[in-house]
């Protein structure tokens, strides 16, 4: 089955910890996106990658870091600096051909106490 | 920057009306515009995407619309069904070829209700 993978779907931390979110997608899409949703926020990108070992800030970077080592994969990184961590956070991947459609993984929880 | 408006946030109707839901963005300079379905707790579904130079895209029983110009689009949904309940977003790609092309701008959602 081609798609975007997310995991754990459901996580709980303590405040001060730093946690990974973990994003894998089979779409062979060029480009991938992280992004955070809170009741009545509606979706704000947190990062994004058009390509390997490159990245650019969203608009809400602060307190998160992210790597893309391999087009499959684009981890985050939900550090103590970010005050607010709990949100259910989402993440998505595009071709940068054609379409630039974007597909939607299952999205993780993160609770933070 | 690119704000998309959603209205109305919420809407509740019995089974089998036909609905509009509808978005508008700032600035008319887009690439593209994608329209989403996400049920609680859910990621999101890609349902419609219409390219800058169409005028509307079907699936089923979705039509959506795009009038560039006026920054508007609608998601027409025929003879709902409780099956229908989600919350609807509509996102914006620019369309500059710079770095932020293939970034999407969201609205807040319309949260709609069908009951039986």
């Known amino acids: 089955d081609g798609g975007i993978t997310q995991s754990p779907k459901y996580l709980f931390r303590k405040e001060g910890q730093n946690v990974t979110l973990s994003c894998e997608q089979n779409?062979?899409?060029?480009?991938m996106y992280w992004y955070r949703q809170d009741p009545g926020q509606g979706l704000r990108l947190i990062y994004y990658?058009?390509?390997?070992?490159?990245?650019q800030k969203g608009d809400i970077a602060e307190g998160y870091s992210v790597s893309r080592e391999k087009k499959e994969s684009f981890p985050l990184t939900v550090t103590s600096a970010q005050k607010n961590p709990t949100a259910f956070y989402l993440c998505?991947?595009?071709?940068?051909?054609?379409?630039?459609?974007?597909?939607f993984g299952p999205g993780t929880r993160l609770t933070v106490t | 920057k690119q704000e998309v408006t959603q209205i109305p946030a919420a809407l509740s109707v019995p089974e089998g009306e036909n609905l509009v839901l509808n978005c508008s963005f700032t600035d008319s300079a887009i690439y593209n515009l994608q329209w989403f379905r996400q049920d609680p707790g859910k990621g999101l579904t890609s349902l419609l995407l219409i390219q800058s130079s169409q005028r509307e895209q079907t699936s089923g029983r979705l039509n959506a619309s795009l009038d560039k110009s006026s920054g508007r689009s609608t998601l027409y949904i025929a003879a709902s069904q409780p099956g229908d309940s989600a919350t609807y977003l509509c996102a914006v790609r620019p369309g500059d070829r710079g770095s932020t092309l293939g970034r999407l701008y969201f609205g807040r959602g319309t949260q709609l209700t069908v009951w039986p």
């Open positions: 990658s058009q390509i390997v070992n490159d990245f």
């Open positions: 998505a991947s595009a071709t940068l051909q054609e379409s630039y459609e974007q597909y």
């Open positions: 779409l062979n899409h060029d480009a």
